[in-house]
């Protein structure tokens, strides 16, 4: 039972949804069985040509409320003037449906005034127990590959592209990510860094706007501004940690974009 158990949790399987299991097979067997409704054999009633006011209004979609959500985003990021009060917008925030199944915010972990932020793409299991991001064993990892160029986690400052872990460990949506893409934007307006970090190809994309996978887009320099930023700020992208310890291969490539960065923080 224990191996079983432990299978579970490797698989991500490691928090219930509901107080009570649900037994799917049994709604299944009862909608088969459920009796087919007779339709009235009654003429249906007149109707005025003349369409009601409720006709007429469009019916609200799937678009417009995550538009809604997103502009509420906005709004509430817009209005905080500091990390703090960013944070204690994210708490307030409802519009992240990943908020409901998670334990904790996982907002950020460092130096508020720092050179460098750092986003990842999600929390994972050790991050939402401790409500801070990049403290699992990919934490770890990071930890040594910033002490590589001399920087540790109190000369930066990381966070994710979203900030709630989503169920099993599985990839946000498009509209969790957009939902909180707003509140990081702010964040980055608010820590003004001398260079922009995206761990992992998820967290390169929607910071940067690619389409391309991390395998092209590590080792490049690119320019990141949003409409609150007074100039733009370098940005790079690194192989997620979780990534090289599942291809060690691939840590010759990253040594030589952390030494890209180290030059580019010489320079700036």
Known sequence: ????????????????????????????????????????????????????????????????????????????????????????????FDGCPLKKTAMNLVFTDGNPRARVLLIGEAPGADEDRQGLPFVGVSGHLLDRMLASIGLSREQVLISNTVFWRPPGNRSPTTAEVAACQPFVERLIELIDPNVLVALGGAAAKSLLGRTEGIGRLRGRWFSFTTPGMSHPIPATALFHPAYLLRSPAQKRQAWHDLLSLRQKLAEN
């Open 1 to 92: 039972m224990l191996a079983a158990l432990q299978w579970q949790l490797d698989a991500g399987v490691d928090e219930c949804i509901g107080e009570l299991p649900v037994d799917r097979y049994a709604e299944s067997a009862a909608s088969r069985q459920a009796p087919t409704p007779v339709q009235s054999a009654k003429a249906p009633a007149p109707t005025s040509s003349k369409p009601t006011p409720a006709a007429l209004s469009p019916r609200p979609t799937a678009a417009s409320g995550q538009q809604a959500v997103v502009r509420t985003a906005y709004e509430m990021a817009a209005a905080a003037s500091s990390i703090e009060a960013l944070r204690a917008a994210l708490e307030a």
